[in-house]
């Protein structure tokens, strides 16, 4: 029996806004450990001091949060590889590339930025990929004497010259790279800092990381990772290669350029947490009876990363629609109003919002879209005088909505079936044309085609705002 304890980690780095991508990708690494009983681990890295952003770490913790996720350790939680933040792991690194020089498997390297762009320039001038030329390799003793002497330096891991690094990858299978097309890395930068190389494979073997899954952006790093751990002797986790998100046009991957990507605008935009995380399941993978609803309890009792396909898959923004469409209806009315409530525009009655709202609530695709579905109830409308006479002369339609007025007045009890009967008992003895007469009705209430059933909006409305958008649009169209 395998007894090995599943542990997997997202590593974010503070650098800008998370993406949706970073959060699919989390949700993976989050529903395999959970499924095995495992440790969701989580990590920050921000040893690159050039591209943090003050914040971004508060936010990042916060839109996981906002998306119903969780980590088991990490950041506010603790556990027991603290610290979970690599600024505060430093002197770690130092040691352990030091280790590594100590034991042949890396080398120091005083070569100036100047002698480096030159060799760079150099390469490609002749076709040659950019590579260190090991020009320190062999004056290890002269340059440990000017390191003694206060001159910077780098550590940079020495690639063997030809072994072939393989890995098996979850999604891919085995992926082999010639050691010989691997540059001799840096691991530890002049400024004490470890790279990104060095800092995310001593953390991932610290915290003790068995399954890594993340972006296919990082596949040409795992040879690197794959070269470490064997420098040091470790044994390195399983790697699987997620494929990137296209944009919705199908064209390259998603990005800026061709709309939003950032995690915490689609949930301003109104789109439920859970319909986006659902989205993020079904996207490059299916549950075997192939149904694209599932809850994250399901998707944790199915999820293999196995079966993830390893083509890139179009952020297919109409099926979003369709699931956060689905996951409002199924809200119960009273969650539905606390999750709407930060969407309501300020002059919305907010009295009115449980009589409103059940009105409107299958028009929703997001919970954004509120204030396009309700402005008639509590701001004026303007309508085009010929929407109201498109199926008729103005002469009768200023007659039907005179009419109409009359016989609403004489409501006392302004109800759904007082309204529904008054106007049904009108349109049969009139004989007026039945659509017609209900789409103008609409039209001269509401200003729109389209809109929650007649009789119940008008309940709402209130008979005083019925009878002066009648008189009001009968005035407009005598003129
Ligand atoms: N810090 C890296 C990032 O920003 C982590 C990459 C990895 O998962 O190894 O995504």
Redesign the pocket.
């Known amino acids: 029996m395998n007894t090995q304890i599943i542990r997997t980690?997202?590593?974010?780095?503070p650098?800008g806004e998370y993406h949706v991508g970073?959060i699919a990708?989390l949700l993976k690494n989050y529903a395999f450990a959970k499924k095995h009983d495992g440790a969701f681990i989580l990590?920050i890295?921000d040893t690159d001091q050039f591209r943090l952003v003050p914040g971004a770490v508060e936010k990042i913790l916060s839109v996981i949060k906002a998306y119903g996720l969780d980590w088991d350790e990490g950041p506010e939680k603790g556990g027991p590889h603290e610290p979970y933040v690599q600024s505060q792991r430093l002197s770690r690194y130092k040691d352990y590339a030091l280790k590594l020089v100590e034991d042949g498997a890396a080398y120091y390297c005083t070569c100036s930025p100047d002698r480096l762009s030159a060799l760079r320039e150099q390469q490609q001038k002749d076709k040659q990929p950019p590579k260190y030329d090991r020009h320190c390799v062999s004056k290890q003793s002269e340059i440990k004497k000017q390191i003694d002497a206060g001159e910077e330096y780098v550590i940079r891991l020495l690639v063997p010259d030809d072994e072939p690094v393989s890995f098996d990858d979850m999604i891919r299978g085995e992926i082999t790279t010639p050691s010989a097309s691997v540059d001799d890395q840096v691991l530890l930068k002049s400024d004490g800092f470890p790279t990104?190389h060095l800092a995310?494979v001593a953390d991932?073997h610290e915290m003790e990381i068995t399954h890594?899954l993340?972006?296919e952006?990082?596949i040409s790093?795992t040879p690197k990772?794959v070269l470490l751990y064997r420098a040091f002797g470790w044994e390195p986790p399983v790697y699987g290669h997620i494929p990137v998100f296209l944009n919705p046009d199908g064209k390259g991957k998603m990005s800026k350029r061709k709309g939003t990507v950032s995690a915490q605008s689609f949930l301003d935009a109104g789109y439920l947490p859970e319909a986006l995380l659902n989205f993020f399941m079904i996207l490059g993978w299916t549950p075997q009876d192939q149904r694209e609803m599932l809850t994250l309890h399901e998707y944790i009792q199915e999820f293999d990363p196995k079966d993830i396909s390893p083509k890139s898959v179009v952020f297919d923004v109409k099926k979003l629609e369709w699931i956060n469409g689905q996951y409002i209806r199924l809200l119960p009315s009273a969650e539905l109003e606390r999750r709407i409530h930060p969407f309501l525009p300020d002059d919305f009655p907010n009295d009115a919002l449980h009589k409103i709202l059940p009105l409107v609530a299958d028009r929703l695709v997001t919970l954004r879209d509120i204030e396009e579905h309700t402005t008639f109830f509590y701001r004026s409308i303007t309508i085009d005088p010929q929407l109201l006479t498109k199926k008729s002369t103005a002469t009768e339609v200023t007659n039907q909505l005179a009419e109409t007025k009359d016989v609403l007045s004489r409501i006392d009890d302004w109800t759904v079936e007082e309204i529904e009967r008054h106007i049904r008992d009108l349109q049969e003895e009139r004989s007026w044309h039945k659509r017609q007469y209900f789409m103008m009705l609409r039209v001269a209430i509401t200003g729109k085609t389209a809109t929650p059933p007649l009789f119940e909006t008008m309940e709402v409305l209130g008979k005083e705002k019925v009878l002066s958008r009648l008189l009001i649009q009968s005035d407009a169209l005598s003129v």
Do not use: F, Q
């Open positions: 980690r997202m590593a974010p780095s650098t970073h990708t990590r890295e990104y995310v991932d890594v993340r972006g952006e990082w790093s990772h």
